[in-house]
């Protein structure tokens, strides 16, 4: 997708179809929309005015109506769309409502479209306070690459309908806020593609994407971007004594991945600085192994990548947006297969920190790469660790599908990735993890076993096991099981893969920088 900043009054654009936000900027629980445009062009005001106070349109979140021809605009379409409460206006309000300006004109056959930019003339000051210019155009080139996102490339019959170019149209401003638009801009189409990156990988069936081609995905992105690269494979992990990821690999005929990207900053951090380490899940198929997974759903097992796919993601983005801090990045990528040669229940494993654990079920596979990973990556020199994973049904159990979930042993390092949260829009929802509830993970035959000894508290149990794993070093593990495949469409974006985690890890990591 094409991607364009044009700082000129909207209504002077000739296109076909030209989006334009508007908000409701009544108050009080129970008075009657009111609904305003955002923009700060007189002509497109006017062309609206009639429509807007006739009370057929509400300005409510994803809500669109569509002038043809609107009076003294060049543009031969206007698309109204609503963004809800201007009381309440976020920068993911305007991310969403520039994805519905996406997804409105892809089935219509429109591939040009362009987006004005939400301008406060209609709004009092407190309204748009939340809103800055950069976030704000940062959502939009965001909200838009996303929308075009599609699953279906694997049909023959498939009409593409992308969207060709995307121009967000700004009326001039004065120098700064100039730039500060551009800038975010250029950060969002960062963001987005990177986001749209880890959607297609785990969009992939698990006989495309295998370890080995998850390990060429990456290093194929990483030559891109200008990240080293590394794709290790069963010698390895046998020569680093990796005892739990070996185990959950040696089931299936396809070897596995051990894959480790670096980014090195231009300019070289403080002394103190530290080394952010990105550990990601990369189960590219999950049947559970020799305690097998039911049929039903077991298809959806492909995306048990999501945590990888959310690391290559952001590793993608921090490699363009370049903050001044060290970043590694192991994905641990295997294939869960029952088999001859599969690990079973009961067997005990030396994992590479050289702590012992007791399979109960082979079932429980991601913990188990990531003990190791997040071992290799301290021995790498990371001194701040970060997992992403699709972990354990039971986070969905206790979040519903909207919240991934946080575990962390340190709250300064909680607090900072969810302080990035309302730069990135995504939702994480902190879980404990505190030492009382190790005790359901103690194994009479090993120091730990691999699941909790009930299946109450499951997602807490697993984030336990893995924080065996971490030692002293500050970490979070992000449970994403339930929030990486949506199963329903949005006005704004496709059903599928979601990309969740992308943006707030790598803005997790652009924080340490600043
Ligand atoms: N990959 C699954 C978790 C999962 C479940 C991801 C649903 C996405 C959607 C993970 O490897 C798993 O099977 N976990 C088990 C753990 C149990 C055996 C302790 C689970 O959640 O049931
Ligand atoms: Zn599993
Ligand atoms: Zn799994």
Redesign the pocket.
Known sequence: MRTELLFQDPSTLSTPLLAVFAADISTGKDAAASPALLTTSDVLGNAAAKWLSSGEFKASLGETLLLHSPEGCRADRLLVIGLGKAKTLTAHDVRKGAGVAVRFAKPRGLRDVAISFPEDKALADEHMESLQCSLAARAIAEGALLADFEIDTYRSDRKDQSVHAVTLIANEHDGKSKDEVQHGWNEGIVFGDSQNFARTLVNEPGNVLTPTELGRRAAAMAQEVGLSCEVHSTDKLHELKMGAFAAVAQGSVEPPALIVLRYEPEKSPAEDAPVLGLVGKG?TF?T?GISIKPADNMD??KY?MGGAAAMLGAMRAIALLKPAMRVICVVCSAENMPDGKAYKPGDVLTAMSGKTIEVL?T????RLVLADGLHYAQQLGATRLINAA?????IGVALGLLNAGLFSNDDETSNKFLGVLATSGEKFWRMPCTEDYREQIKSSIADIMN?GGSRYG?AITAAMFLKEFVGETPWIHLDI?GTTWADDAKPWLSKGPTGMGVRSIAEWVRSYAS
């Open positions: 189960i999950d559970g959806k097992m048990d079920n079932d429980a596979e991601g699709t972990l354990t049904g039971a699941t499951g099981a």
